[in-house]
């Protein structure tokens, strides 16, 4: 099983990034996938989440600015993060968990058990 993130990197407030995720070893059709975080000194917190049919959840601060999606034939998950700030600097996880077409709603899936976790990617935010 693996997850791997990449598109991590450098850049100015207000600019754009889009995290890309990789999974192979399960079958990726039958889980929701999760986008977590972690700054420096902080606990990780869940930023996003798509379930296997497409239904979306966000934490408050992300929302307006970043997208999550996923495409099931390429086992690819996305997270695309506009108007970023500096707050936003982390290491971002990408995180599959077992879970129906409802998983994604509420806030259940910030605390959920994830079953598979990726090595993260640095997104660092900085004039």
């Known amino acids: 099983v693996q997850l791997v993130e990449t598109g991590g990197g450098l850049v100015q407030p207000g600019e754009s990034l889009r995290l890309s995720c990789t999974a192979s070893g399960f079958m990726f059709v039958n889980y929701a996938l999760g986008w977590f975080r972690q700054a420096p000194g902080k606990e990780r917190e869940g930023v996003s989440c798509?379930?296997?049919?497409?239904?979306?959840g966000y934490v408050d601060s992300v929302k307006g600015r970043f997208t999550v999606s996923r495409d099931n034939a390429k086992k690819f998950v996305y997270l695309q993060m506009n108007s970023l700030r500096e707050e936003d600097t982390a290491i971002y996880y990408c995180?599959?968990?077992?879970?129906?077409?409802?998983?994604?709603?509420?806030?259940?899936?910030?605390?959920?058990?994830?079953?598979?976790w990726g090595q993260g990617t640095q997104v660092t935010v900085s004039s």
């Open positions: 995180a599959a968990a077992w879970g129906g077409s409802d998983f994604c709603s509420g806030s259940n899936w910030m605390t959920a058990s994830y079953q598979y």
């Open positions: 798509v379930a296997w049919t497409g239904g979306t």
